[in-house]
């Protein structure tokens, strides 16, 4: 790669345009997968792959061919050979920097005339930050593959569990180990290797209420290898709670449209912020024309209760002992990893930023993410929510009956968890955002039991949303995941407390008319129904 980088500067830099910066990731990526439902194996496999990503800029760092809707301008991707072959691989390196320096050359052109002859963009920074160049070289061997065997043997084992429940119309178990090696050097002088390692098991499981609304609860587990998973009465532990869950949703009542008191669960808050506020917390969306650019100018101002702090900090491998998704030693563009406060007491201090510069924020943060394949862009790792507010995590029940009867609401709500969601920053849509629910509690604030509904999902506008933060437990509550966003798919984890809002506004959600099966499945022929049940957080 370094070779060949070289070579590359060497011609090219005598061309008129020439670039100023080239830069070579590759990532050598080992996968082993297998895939069961009802204790019976669907597919299983073992792959490798090599992608090479080439970037090259031409003009200057002020100015450059990736500047705003130009950036896919910048790389050009393909597939490198699994041997160590030094021919083979320089000839696609080769290949592949001829093809991205004529895509580059072309896009330079079209934005030296649109500056021209568009108006002034409101942020003037450069396109490109200067950083040192960074050497870091782990060629530590991480852990081997599983054998196939026992994988298959494991998602099996762990999908059987919800075939005794008739109820359960559909479910998988997905697990996938993964171990890279990821390689970068640029022409700055950056040399950067790092190894990479996870576990992921995912069990998801489906059914359907009468009136045809499809219910799903999933569960996932995260180590770095097979033996660091949960035993396997955990998993049996969960996978039950998990059927009992979706017995309890099918007879469930509708939920209806409504805002007043709710408290959400820690897993449910960090969702909840990482939807919400993060995205809006990352460096790219402050910048551009089509951006909402909603805390663009909100540095050093108020935009949550001054007892929340919010940093992101993917130096940090476990909370509370438990691993973090978003760990990570050096970014997608060979910068090292930082923590960084983004809100202090309240106040926004920071964004989460690449080598895109934005006003006032000139320097990348290690922050730069991506999919391989993708341009990197500031992106969270692992979003940490902090009070100095907070009451027992047993008090916070109390604390919502409290706030019902204040505000003489019928009820308030109970969020315990929570599948996911998406958030809206462009100007051409709303700046709204829509969570997922999967288990939402009606809590009355006299002697009532709670009460279970479904069909609900939390809408709102992030500024209007945050204002209403009372106080929060005192647990963190960690959630791994998988975002997707303008530069791909990369691990995250959030961690928050449990929260009590004042307010947060639920809309009806949406759901097919289909019925569930006529016929009950194989083997239950004389089973009954299940009963109507209900039960409390």
Known sequence: MQQELQRARDGLGKLDPAPYF??????????????????????????????????????????????????????????LPLEDDQNAIARV??????????????????????????????????DFSKESPQTHTDYGDSAALPDRQKLDKLVRQFSSYLRKYPYVYNSMVTATVERTRSHYVSSEGSHVVTPGSIVRVSIDAETRADDGMELMRVETFQAESIEQLPPESEVAARVEKMATDLKALRDAPLAEPFDGPALLSGRASAVFFH??????????????????????????????????????????????????SGWYEYDDEGMPAERVDVIQNGILKNFLMSRMPIKNFGNSNGHGRAQAGLMATGRQGNLIVSSSKTVKDSELRQKLKDEIKKQAKPYGLYFEDIQGGFTLTQRGTPQAFQVLPVLVWRVYADDRPDELVRGVDIVGTPLAAMEHILLTGDKTAVFNGICGAESGSVPVSAASPAMLFSDIEVQKRAHSLNRPPILPPPGFETSVQPAKSGGQP
């Not at 580059?104 to 409101?122: C, D, F, G, I, W």
């Open 93 to 126: 390196l080769w290949r592949l920097t001829a093809e991205e320096y004529r895509k580059a050359s072309r896009a330079y052109a079209n934005v030296k005339t649109s500056t021209e002859v568009h108006a002034q963009e409101e942020d003037t920074s450069p």
């Open 22 to 79: 080239i830069s070579y990731s590759v990532q050598d990526r080992s996968v082993a997968f297998a895939v069961a439902s009802e204790g019976g194996l669907l597919s299983s496999g073992l792959g490798r792959r090599r992608s090479a990503d080439v970037i090259v800029r031409i003009g200057t760092a002020a100015l450059d061919n990736a500047h705003g809707e130009n950036r896919v301008s910048a790389l050009s991707s393909g597939t």
């Open 275 to 324: 939807e919400v506020l993060g995205h809006r917390l990352e460096g790219h969306r402050q910048r551009g024309e089509k951006e909402g650019q909603t805390f663009t100018k909100k540095i050093n101002q108020p935009v949550l209760p001054d007892f929340l702090s919010v940093s992101d900090d993917p130096t940090r491998r476990t909370l509370d002992g438990v691993q973090l």
